[in-house]
């Protein structure tokens, strides 16, 4: 596959728009089961459309009338996620790619006064990634930090033939910054928000997808 490595949801006019919008929402935002399902929403589109660009092999199966031929993956990928906020659209993706395995990493933001943002990373649970298709799920892509620390922490278990990055909303800097340290990636967001704020939020993004997803951190 070599189209274009950058796709990004909203600039076609799809129900990824209604997803975004009410994710963005702060009315909508106070229902915290909506904004989970939303992500998943998302998630199950991300993934729909990352299948579109995947390898197919022909089958033939038996109907209770005929043998019909049909195109089915070729190889199952394996999806990835960043503890915790990353939970409901990696459950999206799961949705859809129903026989993936999975792998797990924690990593948090230390937020200190006068100091460049830490990011700590401290469990990481991976399947084999040796010559896998790999989908990596972050809902916001601010910094880009996180995910790379995230992704050169896992290639301790392989590395990948493919790699894709999904995320809901993603700032230009933290795009730039993925595509500079991942280049063979494929990258898929629901929207390419304006800029971060001096915490490193995305502007005008969502909030904390996190916080909103399971409630505050203390
Ligand atoms: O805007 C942002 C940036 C990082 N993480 C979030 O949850 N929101």
Redesign the pocket.
Known sequence: MEKNKLNILINTPSLANHYVAELRDTTIQKDSMRFRRNLERLGELLAYEISKTLPYTTATLTTPLAQTETKLLAEQPVLATILR?GLPLYQGMLNYFDKAYSTFVGAY?VEEENTQLQINMEYLASTNLHDKILILAD??L?TGRSLVESYQGMLRHGKPKQVHIAAA?AAPEGLAYVQQKVPEAYIWLGALDDHLNER???VP???????LAFGPKV
Do not use: E, N, Q, V
Request: hydrophobic letters at 45%; glycine letters at 18%.
């Open positions: 906020a933001r809902p916001m601010a909303i490193s939020y995305i993004g969502l909030g904390d997808a996190g916080d």
